[in-house]
């Protein structure tokens, strides 16, 4: 069974602009979370979605957006990036709520530079 | 509110054990989690225990979880060079989101 694929795996982007990141789960998996991980904030959670809608959400401001299609596979989606948005994005896909282990999965990640 | 704590370095010998420690806060979790990552990569999943469990072995990885003083650890026996990496230790919160702790960086010296 193929892992949880993201895409690109590098990113180099300027302030002001947007970035799209794509992630696609495992084979069944239904649900797709995100977190952003830095050196000085560590791991910290974007967003969870679960058969295309969000079921949980981080602290993180408006700019930072989510969806999920009819396939599970998932976009998250940067607007005007900043310097500190610079991070590495990684995704995670189980089978959703209701199993009795969410175990997570993650895929190697987008490493995004804003210059 | 929910928080998960870890050292952040630890550094042992080829051969000894490696013992990383984890606190939380969230006397609801249901489940705790011990992730791995290596350079460039992403998280690895490792082992997992239920709350309702003090102890969980598999292979080298020995999970203790003592529920009362919501404390965690991971034990690496016989650790070796390949262990060298950034461990996550992990609750499932009341939402059902995960939340990591900052991560222990273990490095292995042959």
């Known amino acids: 069974k193929a892992g949880v694929t993201q895409t690109p795996r590098y990113l180099i982007k300027t302030r002001g602009q947007q970035v799209t990141l794509s992630c696609s789960p495992i084979s069944g998996h239904r649900s797709v979370s995100w977190y952003q991980q830095t050196p000085g904030q560590g791991l910290q959670f974007l967003f969870e979605?679960?058969?295309?809608?969000?079921?949980n959400k981080g602290n993180f401001p408006g700019r930072f957006s989510g969806r999920q299609f009819s396939n599970s596979r998932s976009e998250m989606n940067v607007s005007t990036l900043e310097l500190g948005d610079s991070a590495l994005y990684l995704c995670a896909s189980s089978y959703g709520p209701g199993t009795a282990n969410e175990k997570l999965f993650f895929g190697s990640g987008t490493q995004l530079s804003v210059l | 509110g929910e928080d998960v704590e870890q050292s952040l370095f630890l550094s042992v010998r080829e051969g000894d054990s490696s013992v990383i420690n984890c606190t939380y806060t969230?006397?609801?979790?249901?489940?705790l989690y011990w992730y791995k990552q290596e350079p460039g990569a992403g998280l690895q999943l490792l082992t997992y225990?239920?709350?309702?469990?003090d102890m969980k072995q598999d292979q080298r990885l020995t999970v203790l979880l003592n529920k009362k003083d919501k404390h965690l650890s991971l034990r690496i026996a016989d650790t070796q060079t390949g262990d060298s990496a950034i461990y996550f230790c992990a609750e499932k919160g009341a939402r059902g989101k995960l939340i990591f702790g900052q991560g222990t960086e273990l490095s292995v010296k042959p």
């Open positions: 979605y679960f058969s295309e809608t969000q079921r």
């Open positions: 969230d006397s609801s979790s249901t489940y």
């Open positions: 225990i239920f709350s309702n469990m």
